[in-house]
């Protein structure tokens, strides 16, 4: 009988999953930091980069807009700041930077005066009818309002995705899992202008994803967070201190979605492995209830968690540094 009971359990756990372990510590070096993302990933790192500017020092962009461009609407997020057309154009870099300014004297963001030492990379492919090459250019001229320097890429033939050397589809596709081969090294190239110098990256990865519970930083599905997001861990990193990257998957790319096909395959694992670098890979989800509509498991970079979402007080950047400080934490049992 009671062998009975243990096999019933054993399967009902089975039948739920495995639950993911607690983040551990590993005492990185977190004083500063730099973040990545591709379409509401690149918004949302732009976000964050902006949003606490004093300790994150480098962003990658890819197909996304500028700074704050939805203004908390839907409809000026789709239809101002993917597509804009002339009816519906894209704001004013003047406009951005002035709500900027506002969120530093209300002290919702650090002072915009960082912004001018910020390493920034923009890419936007030349096939991409999701979010136009054109709303990334206005992400480039608002750094400019601030005195940085964007280095910004607009050559590849690559349609809505993240941007690879050898994984995933057609370089010209818009389609799942949003990755695409174009003989072109994305994630290596921004590192190396947001990190500067790296060490030559082995051809696989060797290291090790380790998933963990959101839910203990505020990472709930109320804010339409996953319940679980990773880390890649190189074993360098196991002993070493590290530094740290955060790296934002794009609509339609979270977990939930595609795997772990964005945590694996978008590119940054063997540089991580050369270059002592933990790579934090946060998950979005969809949402289907109405005071948080988000069907396509997108980040928030239209206020769907609510009116402070490109600030500090936004509840998943809040989620997001929570889960940095904990990689700078001195190491735990792991």
Same mark, same amino acid.
């Given at each position: 009988m009671r062998s009975s009971i243990v096999r019933v359990l054993f399967l009902f756990s089975l039948s739920f999953g495995v639950a993911a372990q607690r983040l551990p510590g590993y005492g990185a070096d977190v004083s500063? *930091? @730099?973040?990545? =993302?591709v379409s509401s990933g690149g918004y949302m790192a732009v976000q964050l980069q902006v949003a606490h500017s004093s300790r994150v020092s480098g962003v990658g962009a890819l197909a996304a807009g500028p700074y704050y461009c939805a203004q908390g609407s839907l409809w000026t997020a789709y239809n101002h700041c993917m597509t804009p057309g002339a009816w519906t154009p894209l704001p004013r870099p003047e406009t951005l930077q002035g709500h900027a300014e506002r969120f530093v004297r209300e002290k919702l963001i650090d002072p915009t005066s960082n912004l $001018?030492? $910020? %390493? !920034?990379?923009? *890419?936007? =492919? @030349? #096939?991409?009818? @999701?979010? /136009?090459? /054109?709303?990334v250019g206005a992400l480039e001229a608002f750094y400019g309002r601030f005195n940085a320097k964007p280095v910004f890429v607009k050559d590849k033939p690559a349609g809505h995705a993240m941007v690879t050397e050898h994984a995933g589809n057609a370089c010209g596709a818009t389609q799942p899992p949003f990755i695409n081969d174009c003989d072109y090294d994305a994630a290596g190239v921004l590192l190396r202008h947001v990190l500067g110098t790296l060490s030559s990256a082995p051809k696989a990865a060797s290291g090790r994803v380790v998933r963990f519970d959101q839910t203990e930083f505020g990472g709930t599905r109320r804010i339409s967070m996953a319940d679980e997001g990773f880390v890649?861990?190189?074993?360098?990193? /196991? @002993? &070493? #201190?590290?530094? !740290?990257?955060?790296? *934002?998957?794009?609509?339609? &790319? =979270?977990?939930? $979605? !595609? =795997? /772990?096909? *964005?945590? %694996?395959d978008a590119g940054y694992n063997r540089w991580a492995d050369a270059n002592r670098l933990i790579v934090l890979y946060p998950q979005a989800t969809a949402r289907y209830v109405w005071w948080t509509f988000n069907p396509r498991g997108c980040w928030d970079w239209w206020g769907y968690t609510g009116q402070n979402y490109a600030t500090q007080e936004a509840a998943q950047i809040r989620a997001v540094m929570a889960m940095v400080e904990r990689l700078g934490s001195e190491s735990e049992q792991r």
């Amino acid at each position: 009988m009671r062998s009975s009971i243990v096999r019933v359990l054993f399967l009902f756990s089975l039948s739920f999953g495995v639950a993911a372990q607690r983040l551990p510590g590993y005492g990185a070096d977190v004083s500063s *930091f @730099t973040v990545s =993302g591709v379409s509401s990933g690149g918004y949302m790192a732009v976000q964050l980069q902006v949003a606490h500017s004093s300790r994150v020092s480098g962003v990658g962009a890819l197909a996304a807009g500028p700074y704050y461009c939805a203004q908390g609407s839907l409809w000026t997020a789709y239809n101002h700041c993917m597509t804009p057309g002339a009816w519906t154009p894209l704001p004013r870099p003047e406009t951005l930077q002035g709500h900027a300014e506002r969120f530093v004297r209300e002290k919702l963001i650090d002072p915009t005066s960082n912004l $001018a030492k $910020a %390493r !920034v990379w923009l *890419f936007a =492919g @030349t #096939r991409d009818r @999701t979010v /136009e090459p /054109e709303v990334v250019g206005a992400l480039e001229a608002f750094y400019g309002r601030f005195n940085a320097k964007p280095v910004f890429v607009k050559d590849k033939p690559a349609g809505h995705a993240m941007v690879t050397e050898h994984a995933g589809n057609a370089c010209g596709a818009t389609q799942p899992p949003f990755i695409n081969d174009c003989d072109y090294d994305a994630a290596g190239v921004l590192l190396r202008h947001v990190l500067g110098t790296l060490s030559s990256a082995p051809k696989a990865a060797s290291g090790r994803v380790v998933r963990f519970d959101q839910t203990e930083f505020g990472g709930t599905r109320r804010i339409s967070m996953a319940d679980e997001g990773f880390v890649y861990l190189p074993r360098d990193c /196991e @002993t &070493q #201190r590290c530094r !740290v990257h955060v790296a *934002f998957h794009g609509c339609r &790319q =979270g977990v939930h $979605a !595609v =795997g /772990e096909r *964005f945590v %694996r395959d978008a590119g940054y694992n063997r540089w991580a492995d050369a270059n002592r670098l933990i790579v934090l890979y946060p998950q979005a989800t969809a949402r289907y209830v109405w005071w948080t509509f988000n069907p396509r498991g997108c980040w928030d970079w239209w206020g769907y968690t609510g009116q402070n979402y490109a600030t500090q007080e936004a509840a998943q950047i809040r989620a997001v540094m929570a889960m940095v400080e904990r990689l700078g934490s001195e190491s735990e049992q792991r």
